[in-house]
């Protein structure tokens, strides 16, 4: 590619970049014990489709397939001290989990700066963790399997904040 085909790629992908910018909403979903890269791989598309703020790991691995190439475009923090960071950031944290403080998910008005807080594949989100969020949701079940994978779960969750909030015109908020 010579450098003026280089010089007009780099400004359709920054104009592109600046246009998604634009349109995020202050949410973050945060993964802070991963087990499964293919989870966060899936939770990063997600979190592109819904076009959220930023997606905060403890470690920046994921599954690239899982992500369908979304993760150039995400913003995605590492940290291992996620309390801190949330914080700093000025994040509501919502602890996604099946726990006797829960509330289900169509009961709750989620704060616009909500931090949507996974818990771990296996044994779920221990409750010192649970006790140090602000809120706790839970997506009711029906069927014969307990739990839903975290990805889906993140998923219902984000697409539920979203229908709150891009319901109402971005200038309102
Ligand atoms: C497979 S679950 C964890 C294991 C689960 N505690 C169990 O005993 O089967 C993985 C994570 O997905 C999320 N999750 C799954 N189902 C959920 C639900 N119905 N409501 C809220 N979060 C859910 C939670 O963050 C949970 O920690």
Known sequence: MNNKDKKFW???RQKLKDDIES???NCAVAIPEAKFVENVGGIIRTANAFLIKEIILDQN???KAATAGTAAWENIQVTKNLFEYIKQNN??????EQHPRSVPLWDFKFPINSVIITGHEVQGMSDEMVEQ???VIEIP???LVESLNVSTATSIALYEYCRQYRRI????I
């Open 141 to 143: 079940q029906y069927g």
């Open 133 to 135: 969020c602000d809120h």
């Open 61 to 63: 691995v994921y599954n």
């Open 10 to 12: 780099n400004e359709r």
């Open 169 to 172: 015109p971005k200038d309102s």
């Open 23 to 25: 349109k995020r909403l």
């Open 91 to 96: 994040y509501i944290s919502v602890a996604l």
